[in-house]
């Protein structure tokens, strides 16, 4: 497949730098589009922009008024306060530092009696919000967006996952251990992310360098689904130097 577009990407010194300019991106869009339906991503590398983010909105730099914020991911089975809800996690570094109102929020919710139906009730949401104007990712060490693990298609929707041994890894370092990691989880589809009007991937760390390089400049396949954002309309990397060395 050819890469229908050109991924903007922009290398940065480093975290810090990384996390100011990802949230002079983001508090610029919110600025032009108060009412902008944004999804966003947990995970460590965005910590650092919605802090920033949460100093700009003290300083009324945008209003959040009217967003509306749709959560990324969510482990199948647990309650919105277990410890481990990316519901709760979303809530702690993003919603209430905002002062985003429970109103305002989509949720995938992880205990939900029938998390197919609450897929399609996501999805349908997506719809009536006219898609997402924003979309806040990470990338996964195996190349997920989200949890759309590898093989994911584009076509993907909204739907529950079986998370795959790299992720029940990587994600062990938040819960303290890889028992601790459901084997589960809902997770917004590959459809909606990539139909978004602008996608911000955030990548940082060298550990990130060999998938990120794959994801830019490698075969666009089902077995790394951000290898798909070569196919999309506006997508913006930021990315740190251990990330990404022009010069290694
Ligand atoms: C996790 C999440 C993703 C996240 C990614 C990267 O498994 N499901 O939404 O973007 O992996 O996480 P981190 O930023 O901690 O490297």
New binding site residues.
Partial sequence: MNPAHTIDLVVLEDYAALSRVGAARVAELFRAKPDAAVVV??????MGLYRELAAKRAARVFGPGELKVFQ??AYLGLAPDDPRSLYRWTKEAFLDPLGIQPQQVVKLPGDSPDPAAACRAYDDAVVRAGGFDLAI????PNG?L??NEPPSQPTDKTRVVSLSEA?LE??ARYWGGQGRVPKQALTAGMNVLLAAKEIVLLVSGAHKRDVLVQALAGPVTPDLPASYLQTSSKVTVLADRAAWDEHG
């Fill in positions: 991503a947990t995970g460590n590398t965005p990324l991911d990712l990470g990338l996964g997920h989200g949890f992720s990587s994600n």
